[in-house]
């Protein structure tokens, strides 16, 4: 065990002089109260450690010890349903060992089945079996990766705390105990077998994200956006409804009053897709803006490396992170008291490398126990003044696919969620069209282009507008006026606070875009025929297409199609009575 004496503190870093080996980002305790910090620099005798927790009442002369391994956390079934500080340590107000001995307190129990026998080869990163959580749901407890060998016994089908030992195995380099979880270092990503190549999205339930601008089952999304645009509201409504199996939320340098809305929800929401608590599949980590600023660069790998252990039980995992420019704050911040040269904008000179370590651990692959997990990453990003090219932002569009660009004036219209269709993307948006396909929208391709096409004429023809005024313009552009309006109002716009509307289905969102193309066919056919604009925004089924997300719900897509008949019986109506009219006036 080595052991240094602090000479220097500043804040939240420490400079002591050591007197024994230490390894570049060893976990270390610190002073008598044994705080956590990391050892982030080896200068001959001297070592820099950032320390991850309060450093008030810390003197020079205190002593440094090294735990001669990594920072780790602890990975296991008992994760699920809790609530953590940025060093994985619960926020219940019950002390907890799960932060790799930084507490200690009696362990969770689990029903356990095993499925191996004495005498079994066991791969890195295998199954020795299977754990029931809250819910029914069935885990596997792994061997941990780096760890292959054969069984040398096993505990027979009971009920075991979390943290015992289950399996023995003979290892190369001597025997090895496997529990239901282990450690695992926070910067090392996980491994597995290989990734693979994602053509199906991750769906939002949010149609502005699913239909227009999808992200990869296993990619990368970024949502921007200045104060008051809805980044929180989003990630959290995102949470609520996507098609994940496991959630993790992180909460990083967010002010506390967020946080706390978060706590308080969430463990009394219902999981839509079971009915039971959605806390049961979801982990909250927690690390307000009034917590110690170095432990929120530490939450952001922590917040991963959960997500990734859920990845290699061959699930899909959803990680909301709010906000990476909070993170990258922190990093500026602790590189400014380590004495490093500014880059741009203050920030580091490996802020890009950093968020590339983070982003880059998304993925889909298959686990080294077999199957497909997934973990998606989407992060949201705070640039100051809603200034789009800060550095945070610009580094972060080098590594995603799906940006989701949140608008004020959209958000000031209480437009909600304020994604401005224009100015967002997803780069392989066309390789989900026969995921589309097989989910019921065979022109998805072409619905979403046309859609997108009649936004871009309306910025057009709205600065005409300003100009000359709605009414000079010709009928046509009036009704591409009208049209867009109507996409905005009956498709775009969704309430997260709406128990119909707050989370809209594969099947609903298809046969709405079917619906409006349908609708602006015959608007086009109407006024192309001489029909005024005005005939068209007086017909009956005008208001219930503009309702039909709050009125309509995934199960009742029966009355999108009587709506559609009326619709058709009212433009054929309208034609019929004009045909009347010029026969009258020929």
Not at 121 to 142: E, N, P, Q, T, W
Request: glycine share 8%; aromatic share 6%.
């Amino acid at each position: 065990m080595s052991r240094a004496i602090a000479v220097k503190l500043a804040g939240p870093v420490l400079r002591a002089r050591a007197e024994g080996p230490f390894q570049l980002r060893e976990s270390v305790r610190v002073g008598p109260a044994r705080l956590l910090g990391e050892v982030v620099r080896l200068d001959r005798d001297e070592i820099v450690v950032q320390v991850y927790e309060d450093t008030t009442g810390l003197r020079p002369g205190i002593e440094v010890v090294g735990d001669g391994a990594p920072l780790a956390i602890r990975v296991g079934p008992a994760l699920l349903g809790r609530i953590f500080d940025g060093l994985l340590r619960p926020l219940s107000g019950a002390p907890d060992r799960l932060a790799a001995g930084l507490r200690e307190a009696p362990a969770t129990r689990f029903p356990f089945a095993p499925a191996a026998a004495p005498g079994d080869a066991m791969a890195a990163g295998a199954s020795i079996g299977d754990i029931v959580v809250a819910g029914g749901r069935r885990l596997a407890a792994l061997v941990p990766p780096g760890v292959e060998g054969r069984v040398l016994d096993i505990r027979p089908e009971g009920e075991y705390d979390d943290d015992e030992p289950l399996a023995r195995i003979a290892t190369a380099g001597g025997e090895v105990a496997v529990a239901m979880s282990h450690a695992w270092p926070v910067r090392v990503p996980r491994p597995s077998r290989r990734r693979l190549a994602s053509v199906t999205p991750l769906v939002t339930g949010q149609r502005i994200l699913d239909s227009l601008f999808p992200v990869a089952l296993g990619g990368k999304a970024a949502i921007p956006g200045g104060f008051g645009t809805g980044k929180t509201v989003l990630l959290e409504t995102l949470a609520k409804g996507c098609a994940a199996d496991v959630i993790v939320y992180l909460g990083c340098g967010e002010r506390g009053n967020e946080m706390a809305g978060v706590l308080d929800e969430f463990p009394q929401l219902a999981d839509p897709r079971t009915g039971r608590p959605l806390m049961e599949r979801t982990v909250i980590v927690a690390n307000t803006s009034n917590m110690p600023v170095a432990a929120r660069e530490a939450s952001i790998y922590a917040a991963i490396t959960v997500a990734e252990y859920f990845r290699d039980q061959g699930l899909s995992v959803a990680l909301m992170a709010d906000s990476t420019s909070r993170w990258a704050e922190a990093l500026r911040e602790v590189s400014g008291r380590f004495g490093e040269l500014p880059g741009e904008g203050g920030y580091p000179a490996y802020l890009s490398s950093r968020l590339a370590d983070f982003y880059e651990r998304a993925a889909i692959v298959e686990p080294l126990c077999g199957g497909t997990g997934a973990v998606t990453v989407i992060g949201a990003i705070s640039p100051p003044s809603g200034d789009f090219s800060e550095p945070v932002t610009s580094h972060t569009k080098r590594y995603v696919k799906a940006f989701w660009t949140l608008d004020v004036k959209r958000a000031q219209a209480r437009f909600y969620p304020a994604v401005h269709p224009l100015q967002s993307y997803a780069e392989d948006a066309l390789e989900f069209a026969p995921w589309w396909e097989a989910h019921g929208n065979v022109a998805w391709w072409r619905l979403r282009r046309r859609f997108l096409t009649l936004l871009d004429d309306e910025a057009r023809l709205e600065r005409m507008a300003r100009i000359i005024g709605r009414d000079a313009l010709p009928a046509r552009q009036q009704m591409t006026l009208f049209c867009a309006e109507l996409v905005n109002d009956a498709f775009l716009r969704q309430s997260a606070f709406s128990e119909t509307d707050r989370v809209c289905a594969p099947a609903r969102q298809a046969a709405m875009m079917r619906l409006l193309d349908k609708f602006i066919d015959h608007a086009d056919a109407a006024v192309a025929a001489g029909i005024p604009p005005d005939a068209l925004r007086a017909l009956p089924s005008l208001r219930p297409l503009q309702r039909m997300a709050e009125e309509i719900r995934d199960d009742e897509l029966a009355r999108l199609a009587d709506l559609q008949a009326a619709m058709e019986r009212e433009f054929a109506a309208l034609a019929h009575a004009r045909e009347g009219s010029d026969a009258a006036h020929g």
